[in-house]
């Protein structure tokens, strides 16, 4: 995997994976999103050189304000922070695993053992991962900090 946040691209390629580039295609980078942001229309996603849709939820309140959605052909992916340090992974809205990024690039996975993980489930997962990060806090604690926020 190729990681680089100031230029804004993740590219996931490999023995048996298909190639999947994530790239930032303008504009100015946010400190808060690895791959520098979470507007879709500034965001180019291919899997195998062909063009995917991608869907960014605003990142807000929930865990699931933080979930990134792809459509590629058929198949539609969606990873969603399910822990302060991991998200889920599901294809076609069954889960795939669990992975975890803290924004440096590096992707660590669990799949589920019952799971029949593809490599194209892999490349999408881990670009999706490395490009966003994975994780979220609780929606009652950002409340808490909210509420704390106003107060002092």
Known sequence: ????????????????????????????ADAHTPVGTRAADRLALTVDGA??????????????????DVRCGDVRYRLVPDSF???????????????????DGRVDAEWRENAKVLPLDVSVGYALAASFGTGAQPMWMTATEIVADLLN
């Open 85 to 103: 340090a991991g998200s889920r992974l599901l294809r076609d809205g069954r889960r795939l695993g669990t992975l975890v990024c803290d924004g």
């Open 1 to 28: 995997m190729e990681f680089d946040p100031v230029a804004g691209a993740v590219t996931v390629s490999g023995d048996g994976l298909p190639r999947v580039e994530l790239r930032r295609t303008g504009g100015s």
């Open 51 to 68: 063009p995917a849709a991608l869907a960014l939820a605003k990142g807000r309140l929930t865990r699931r304000s933080y979930r990134v």
